[in-house]
T-cell receptor, first 117, second 111 residues
Framework: GALVYQYPRRTICKSGTSMRMECQAVGFQATSVAWYRQSPQKTFELIAL?????????EQNFTQEKFPISHPNLSFSSMTVLNAYLEDRGLYLCGAGDWGTSAETLYFGSGTRLTVL | GQGVEQPDNLMSVEGTFARVNCTYS??????LSWYQQREGHAPVFLSYVVLDGLKDSGHFSTFLSRSNGYSYLLLTELQIKDSASYLCAVRGYQGGRALIFGTGTTVSVSP
């Protein structure tokens, strides 16, 4: 079956520092990876959509300078939160899909819960 | 603008049913998906609809009306373990393909 492993599950960082999270797709080709942040109030925000061999598209209020993403192949993607502050806390989720064969299904990793002190 | 709206909470009783509503507005509709999310876990894909009407998948069904920007997820013969958050997601912003999620409806099933 299709699985996405995301790590770390949770992380605590000091205000102003950075942290990196990674996603590994198993059992399918992750041609597209979408990174989301779910706030404590459960709001889902799309950060960016990354498609292999295409430019990464960031949503309004999110920038490459703050959330650099790497998607080097069909099984791996990473995102870094640079200079994390209190407003960056939340559950970060990567959703990967093989949009060549199943255009609408995203398989999610377990999420990385970021706490900023 | 684009958005996906869902009620926050829904309470129901074991053995009955629950209908989770979703309204959306997008610039160009390319399908709507439903996900289940349990507390502390990632969303799990349930269903995808792109054509109007009812799609029966056994324990749950999904309905879509594109002209009204409306969908619902119908959970039948509810079990306690169906208690979870149910997320509606539509694709996407113009020129893009990512899913835009609602905030989810927390379904609570009581004995």
């Amino acid at each position: 079956g299709a699985l996405v492993y995301q790590y770390p599950r949770r992380t605590i960082c000091k205000s102003g520092t950075s942290m990196r999270m990674e996603c590994q797709a198993v059992g399918f080709q992750a041609t597209s990876v979408a990174w989301y942040r779910q706030s404590p109030q459960k709001t889902f925000e799309l950060i960016a959509l990354s498609t292999v061999n295409s430019a990464i598209k960031y949503e309004q209020n999110f920038t490459q300078e703050k959330f650099p993403i790497s998607h080097p192949n069909l099984s791996f993607s990473s995102m870094t939160v640079l200079n994390a502050y209190l407003e960056d806390r939340g559950l970060y989720l990567c959703g990967a899909g093989d949009w060549g064969t199943s255009a609408e299904t995203l398989y999610f990793g377990s999420g990385t819960r970021l706490t900023v002190l | 603008g684009q958005g996906v709206e869902q009620p926050d909470n829904l309470m129901s009783v074991e053995g009955t049913f629950a209908r989770v509503n979703c309204t959306y507005s997008t610039s160009g509709f390319n399908g709507l998906s439903w996900y289940q999310q349990r507390e502390g876990h990632a969303p799990v894909f349930l269903s995808y609809v792109v054509l109007d009407g009812l799609k029966d998948s056994g324990h749950f069904s999904t309905f879509l009306s594109r002209s009204n920007g409306y969908s619902y997820l119908l959970l039948t013969e509810l079990q306690i373990k169906d208690s979870a958050s149910y997320l509606c997601a539509v694709r996407g912003y113009q020129g893009g393909r990512a899913l835009i999620f609602g905030t989810g409806t927390t379904v609570s099933v009581s004995p």
